[in-house]
């Protein structure tokens, strides 16, 4: 059965705090990694994606997620977050198709 | 604003309704997926289109049905639904089906069925 497993559902920080989203998937061989990111009231967009090469991803607005194939992990993280973070975090995984299976992602909240 | 828009962005419908979805993309994209997000549970698939073909049924029970008339509209007719099929629906865009697409989503439509 497919498997992303995206713990800690809700999150809530101050703002300049850092954040770290895990991400774990469940299977063997050679996938794509993905965060998306859904802002209240608008629809999903892709934060960053990781097909191959440097296991650390850079993303927009900030993000970076790095992949760590022996721990079928691919966290997301910023150093600093702000307001405008808040959001639901949803990680994606896809193997040698383009079938995208999702995590029930993180709700983060960033208090002013 | 990713280009793909759908209508009605709500809709409540009784169980004995029939309703469609509609789906539409300004990417030139030649794949299109209809995904079900509901409570709690993570994103599902539920189909798949490409060139206008549909290439995946992940299990879907048969009160939906998919239609994709050209490689920019895709539509979800939906027929005596049940209040468990209350969720939103999305649907999603790429260029291709290559596993190095990028999918781009639409708002989705938030469906309540009574």
């Known amino acids: 059965a497919q498997s992303v497993s995206q713990h800690n559902h809700h999150v809530i920080l101050s703002e300049a705090a850092s954040l770290e989203l895990g991400c774990n998937y469940s299977y063997g061989g050679t996938v794509n990694l993905f965060w998306y990111v859904q802002y209240p009231g608008q629809h999903l967009q892709l934060l960053l994606k990781?097909?191959?090469?440097?296991?650390l991803v850079k993303g927009i607005k900030g993000f970076e997620a790095e992949f760590i194939k022996s721990k079928f992990s691919f966290n997301l993280r910023k150093p600093s977050v702000q307001w405008s973070d808040t959001a639901e975090y949803f990680c994606a995984v896809t193997r040698g198709n383009n079938r995208l299976a999702f995590g029930k992602g993180n709700q983060v909240v960033v208090i002013p | 604003e990713t280009g793909v828009t759908q209508t009605p962005r709500h809709l409540v419908m009784g169980m004995t309704n029939k309703k469609s979805l509609k789906c539409e993309q300004h990417l030139g994209h030649n794949a299109m997926y209809w995904y079900k997000q509901s409570a709690k549970k993570p994103l599902e698939l539920m189909f798949v289109y490409n060139f206008k073909e549909q290439t995946e049924n992940n299990s879907v029970p048969s009160r939906f049905s998919p239609e994709c008339p050209n490689s920019s509209h895709l539509f979800l007719h939906l027929h005596t639904l049940q209040p468990e099929d209350s969720a939103l629906y999305l649907c999603?865009?790429?260029?291709?089906?290559?596993?190095?697409?990028?999918?781009?989503f639409g708002p989705g439509t938030r469906l309540l069925v009574l």
């Open positions: 999603a865009s790429s260029r291709g089906q290559g596993e190095e697409e990028t999918q781009y």
């Open positions: 990781y097909f191959s090469g440097d296991p």
